[in-house]
């Protein structure tokens, strides 16, 4: 459970550094925009390591046991999580809508999660990345992002949905692979 707090710690506390403006100008002062930008990336990509490591070793804790019901309701959140992770990537008029296509993407990712999920270690990451991304969203509007007016052909968008399901499917597909539960369980 170390490795994934300590992860959690990691990942988040790199990604706050834009919230706090003075600090990561006095960084980008010392370092340069790329020195900046490749020590954010190398302190992220560590973090999500250790949370990746930290989550397949942390023991089961039982904490509460989510009623069946919940696997429906993360099944049905997951593909619009896709969607806006793509969203954010990809112009389209879903950017009309939010300025935070990937922290919404994010949030609906740990809901679904925490619904579906009882264990400590569980409760922590998809708890913790869900509250860093309402609390980001939240700061990142303080500081004046907005939707965007600008209008694209209705086709981007019917890309970036038909990408995010593409993506869906390839994760309900290689969800046990990659994270050693499977998603959709055959009924015995």
């Known amino acids: 459970m170390t490795l994934l ?45 250790l949370i990746i490591f930290g ?42 809508l939010t300025a935070h296509p990937m922290l919404w993407g994010v949030t609906l ?14 409760l922590l990451l998809f708890g913790s990345l869900g509250a860093y991304a309402l609390f980001d969203m939240w700061s990142a509007n303080r500081r004046g992002a907005a939707p965007t007016s ?7 968008t019917i890309a970036v949905v038909a990408a995010g399901l593409v993506a869906y499917a390839a994760f309900l597909f290689l969800h046990p692979y990659l994270f050693g539960v499977p998603v959709i369980v055959p009924r015995a």
């Open 109 to 122: 990712w740990a809901a679904a999660h925490l619904s579906a999920n009882g264990d400590l270690a569980s």
């Open 5 to 49: 707090i300590l992860g959690i710690a990691v990942f988040i506390g790199i990604h706050l550094l834009p919230s706090f403006a003075p600090a990561r100008h006095r960084l980008i002062g010392r370092m340069g925009e790329g020195g900046y930008k490749g020590m954010f990336s190398i302190v992220s990509a560590l973090g999500l390591a």
């Open 55 to 96: 989550k397949a070793y942390a023991g089961f804790i039982p904490v509460w046991t989510p009623p069946a019901w919940t696997r429906h309701l993360a099944l049905t959140l997951m593909p619009f999580a896709f969607i806006l992770l793509i969203a954010a990537y990809l112009p389209s008029n879903i950017k009309r």
């Open 150 to 156: 600008k209008t694209y052909p209705a086709s981007r």
